[in-house]
């Protein structure tokens, strides 16, 4: 049987995207570099959030391969969440 993963999924009226810990991130073993500038880090929480068309789905695929399934949470934000100065593009 898969180990479960759930994770939050932020959906801000336009887009989708995946929050994950920078700390969980480095204990799958998966490197930042993996992705692109399209997603989102706060240092203030130290999470990513892993845009969906691209980097979204990248990060499940690597969870999949890594034996989890993956499970989501929804939460709903305005289309002006990301627009905040806490955060930064990744691999900018």
């Known amino acids: 049987m898969k180990q479960q993963l ?6 801000n009226e336009s ?3 995946i929050k994950l810990s920078k700390y969980d991130l480095q ?25 969906e068309d691209c980097d979204g ?11 989890y399934k ?6 709903h934000v305005k289309h002006t969440y990301f627009n905040k100065p806490i955060f930064t593009r990744i691999n900018t």
């Open 6 to 11: 759930n994770l939050t999924f932020i959906d």
């Open 27 to 51: 204990g799958f073993g998966i490197d930042i570099k993996e992705f692109s500038k399209y997603s989102f880090y706060n240092p203030e929480n130290a999470c990513y959030y892993f845009e």
């Open 15 to 17: 887009h989708g995207y």
């Open 57 to 67: 789905s990248k990060l499940w695929n690597i969870l999949k391969s890594k034996g």
């Open 70 to 75: 993956v499970n989501f949470d929804t939460k």
